[in-house]
């Protein structure tokens, strides 16, 4: 099956031919594919040119590349990471005098924990989203679907969650009911989460590492329900698969929130970084990351011009009653982080 690629805009056109303007000095540390000047069409327009982009494809990996002397001036890790960047000295706080949208963000996004700590706000939000479980709607009735679900045995071989220990314990503390505690379990909670895994784990099909091979085993039938991120169910909608994210209260669902930091060893000038993040969080950027990408944004404007058919459809109608029934994916602590890592090893091992 050919998956819908996401598009590019013809703002790249703005990175070339805008006169009287002297070029960016500016780089950005990133995942793959966010370099789309969709998202920061009015800093081309204001400086010519687009920023320099350097990737990294996981938190860790940029943690650990940036602790080594990697230089850039801008970063876009999730809320989870922020109070490990702010300990090890790599970022700097956001002066949010200097944000012209900072009173447009959503309010609950900039109550989360990772944006504001220690007194100083340390990331600048700009997209978030939701991990839940991905289920086929003809195959697994609405009413029978739950957390719970699987680990009946009518779901042998038909599960797939992420070959990743946060999120894998995300959904037991959800499945377990131990939710409230996620961030910092008791020993008895931990116990919980983890005898949930190890009864879905005789109905797992697979682990996933690779998001496309959860959307295609969910697109032909191999599995029938996957604990996943947002993006999953958008493709299979552009597919037209009868597959949806179970939503509604008491079902267990996660949220992630992902954002832009300024970095220590920064050395662009501030004008542009500052110049960079309004551009970012602007309603307009806010609109095409909706529309382009599927992704909700920060700014509370943007969910007002955007298409509101796609809003409805893509479950971002009500952004606070997905606040309110969610997890948030906040800084777990390293003693239990440690635990979940070499717990999960043994869960997977079947033991």
Request: negative net charge; aromatic residues 12%.
């Given at each position: ?8 805009t ?9 006169a009287n303007?002297?070029?960016s000095?500016?780089?950005v540390?990133?995942w793959?594919?966010?370099e789309d000047?969709?998202f920061?069409?009015?800093?081309v ?6 920023p ?7 938190q860790e ?17 999730c809320?989870?990471?922020?109070r ?23 309010p609950?996004?900039?109550e989360v924990?990772?944006i504001?700590?220690?007194?100083e ?8 989203g ?7 709607t003809d195959?697994?009735?609405e ?5 719970q679900?699987?680990?009946k045995p009518e ?6 969650i992420?070959d990743a ?16 505690n ?25 682990y996933?590492?690779d ?21 999953t169910?958008l493709?299979l ?5 009868p597959?949806?994210m179970?939503?509604?209260e008491?079902k ?13 060893n920064?050395?662009a000038?501030?004008?542009?970084v ?9 309603p307009?950027s806010g609109?095409y ?6 992704y909700?944004?920060?700014n509370s404007?943007a ?7 796609l ?11 997905l ?9 777990v602590?390293?003693e239990l982080?440690a ?9 997977k091992s079947?033991?």
């Amino acid at each position: 099956m050919t998956y819908k690629a996401l598009t590019l805009t013809a703002a790249a056109c703005l990175v070339a031919g805008i006169a009287n303007a002297e070029g960016s000095d500016l780089t950005v540390f990133d995942w793959s594919g966010y370099e789309d000047p969709g998202f920061f069409g009015a800093y081309v327009e204001k400086h010519g040119s687009a920023p320099t982009y350097s990737y990294f494809g996981s938190q860790e990996e940029a943690f650990t590349k940036l602790q080594s002397g990697f230089e850039a001036d801008l970063a876009h890790p999730c809320t989870d990471a922020t109070r490990k960047w702010a300990a090890a000295g790599l970022i700097q706080p956001i002066d949010t005098s200097k944000l012209d949208n900072w009173d447009a963000m959503l309010p609950t996004i900039k109550e989360v924990d990772g944006i504001t700590f220690d007194g100083e706000t340390w990331m600048v939000p700009f997209e978030w989203g939701n991990t839940g479980l991905i289920y086929r709607t003809d195959e697994v009735p609405e009413d029978e679907i739950s957390l719970q679900a699987l680990t009946k045995p009518e779901f042998q071989g038909k599960v797939a969650i992420p070959d990743a220990a946060s999120s894998a314990y995300a959904m037991a503390a959800l499945g377990a009911g131990v939710a409230d505690n996620y961030t910092n379990m008791s020993d008895e909670e931990f116990k919980k989460a983890s005898d949930f895994l190890r009864a879905v784990h005789p109905n797992v099909r697979f682990y996933w590492s690779d998001a496309g091979q959860l959307d295609q085993a969910l697109a032909s039938g191999e599995v029938v329900a996957g604990w996943a991120w947002n993006q999953t169910e958008l493709n299979l909608i552009w597919n037209e698969v009868p597959a949806q994210m179970m939503r509604g209260e008491g079902k267990g669902i996660a949220t992630w929130v992902c954002g832009y930091v300024h970095l220590s060893n920064a050395d662009a000038p501030e004008e542009q970084v500052y110049d960079m993040l309004n551009a970012l969080t602007q309603p307009d950027s806010g609109k095409y990351i909706i529309e382009s990408w599927g992704y909700p944004h920060s700014n509370s404007e943007a969910f007002e011009i955007s298409d509101q058919e796609l809003i409805k459809t893509y479950g971002f109608d009500d952004p606070q009653a997905l606040f309110d029934n969610s997890l948030f994916f906040d800084a777990v602590e390293p003693e239990l982080e440690a635990k979940m890592l070499q717990e999960f090893e043994r869960i997977k091992s079947g033991f």
